[in-house]
């Protein structure tokens, strides 16, 4: 049984985006997950800074509504840039 078997859809799924910080980690990454699982509340993303402050991570709390969604939009973050790592 493959992984896109054991998971169902649609579900809530947090995407972990970590990168410097700067201001456009927060715009580039959030237009990404928005252009494939729409609009994200405030309330569905949380933001940590390191103890340093150079680096961000965002968590966005998104409804995933297929394994293809979830892999473009995977995709599209790493390969931003901005984007160090996506989890």
């Not at 410097?20 to 509340?41: C, F, M, T, V």
């Amino acid at each position: 049984m493959s992984d896109s078997e054991l998971q169902e859809f649609p579900n809530d799924f947090p995407i972990k985006v970590m990168g410097r910080h700067d201001g456009d980690l927060r715009a580039l990454s959030q237009a990404i997950i928005e252009r494939h699982a729409g609009p994200q509340l405030e309330a569905s993303i949380r933001t940590r800074t390191s103890a340093d402050g150079n680096f961000l991570a965002l968590t966005y709390m998104v409804r995933a509504t297929s394994r293809e969604q979830l892999d473009t939009i995977y995709r599209e973050l790493t390969a931003c840039k901005s984007v160090l790592m996506a989890l």
